[in-house]
């Protein structure tokens, strides 16, 4: 089946710093992947959704400038924290599409990236 | 917009026990309709999934039906395991609407098994 790889899966790193994770499809071509954040115990928040070659699209109250997106192919989208702060704080989770079986088949997620901002 | 519905949690349960998490829809047209499960720590995993009125989704002991007339899709086990133990979402991806392509979650329920 379809597989997602997250990586890393923890990172601590200091105030003011940024910080990258990747997200890739193993074995698909991923047309759109998506970001979470995910807060204790709270469901999972949508960040934004990148297409393949062109800009992010963020959801209300996300900033970009601080989530930088990119998604240079179809198996590979990166979120990067830029200028981290403790608040970033959290569980980030992407997610990959494949075309048109989402509709059957959901989308794949990737394992997750627990940040702790010090 | 599209928007899921689940029961307040935590649900707590013993081995054993037989276990229900309601989940209800609002959605345009016809979504296709999924349930994920996330262990501590760790990314969702598709649990199971309907895309039309009636289907059954299984997998694991887990069921969920796809009951269009009071749009649900609630998950049952009738013997749940410590190994349960997860935090469970409802989801649904509509093929229409403003929401097309996205997968809606449900705010997620936390089951707790104990021995």
Partial sequence: ?????????????????????????????????????????????????SNE????????????????????????????????????????ICSARDGTVARVYGYTFGSGTRLTVV | GDSVTQMEGPVTLSEEAFLTINCTYTATGYPSLFWYVQYPGEGLQLLLKATKADDKGSNKGFE????????????????????DSAVYFCALINAGGTSYGKLTFGQGTILTVHP
């Fill in chain 1, 53 to 92: 070659g062109s800009k992010a699209t963020y959801e209300q109250g996300v900033e970009k400038d601080k989530f930088l997106i990119n998604h240079a192919s179809l198996t590979l989208s990166t979120l990067t924290v830029t200028s981290a702060h403790p608040e970033d704080s959290s569980f980030y």
């Fill in chain 2, 64 to 83: 969920a039906t796809y009951r269009k007339e009071t749009t649900s899709f609630h998950l049952e086990k009738g013997s749940v395991q410590v190994s």
């Fill in chain 1, 1 to 49: 089946g379809a597989v997602v790889s997250q990586h890393p899966s923890r990172v601590i790193c200091k105030s003011g710093t940024s910080v990258k994770i990747e997200c890739r499809s193993l074995d698909f071509q991923a047309t759109t992947m998506f970001w979470y954040r995910q807060f204790p115990k709270k469901s999972l928040m949508l960040m934004a959704t």
